[in-house]
């Protein structure tokens, strides 16, 4: 019903930035919160940063001043601005949203991207 389609990622050398986006698409009436999330080789997945309707934004700590998190609610677009990278934050980021499709109930449902590679390396 609804997809999430990443793009963005790549190799940077530290100190570097990206510039991730995630656009939702399909039976949206609302989106809700957006989030980032990031998983390394061999650790969980963890929450980099996320933003609700209203524009409220909550980071991770290792991120805090290096990332901002945004939004353009009109065309269900988020967006990751990664900045001054580090080797650390080498991780498959996965955009997540809680979305309220169309229909009589008008239910939400947690959808996810399929990921992105980010490579910090000199």
């Known amino acids: 019903q609804v997809q999430l389609v990443e793009s963005g990622g790549g190799l940077v050398q530290p100190g570097g930035s990206l510039r991730l986006s995630c656009a939702a698409s399909?039976?949206?009436?609302?989106?809700?919160?957006m989030g980032w999330y990031r998983q390394a080789p061999g650790k969980e997945r963890e929450l980099v940063a996320d933003?609700?309707?209203?524009?409220?934004?909550d980071y991770a700590d290792s991120v805090k001043g290096r990332f901002t998190i945004s939004r353009d609610n009109a065309n269900n677009t988020g967006y990751l601005q990664m900045n001054s990278l580090k080797p650390e934050d080498t991780a498959v980021y996965y955009c997540?949203?809680?979305?309220?499709?169309?229909?009589?109930?008008?239910?939400?449902?947690?959808?996810w991207g399929q990921g992105t590679q980010v490579t910090v390396a000199s």
């Open positions: 399909g039976s949206i009436f609302s989106i809700n919160a």
């Open positions: 997540n949203a809680k979305v309220t499709v169309n229909g009589w109930s008008k239910p939400t449902y947690d959808y």
């Open positions: 933003i609700t309707s209203g524009g409220s934004t």
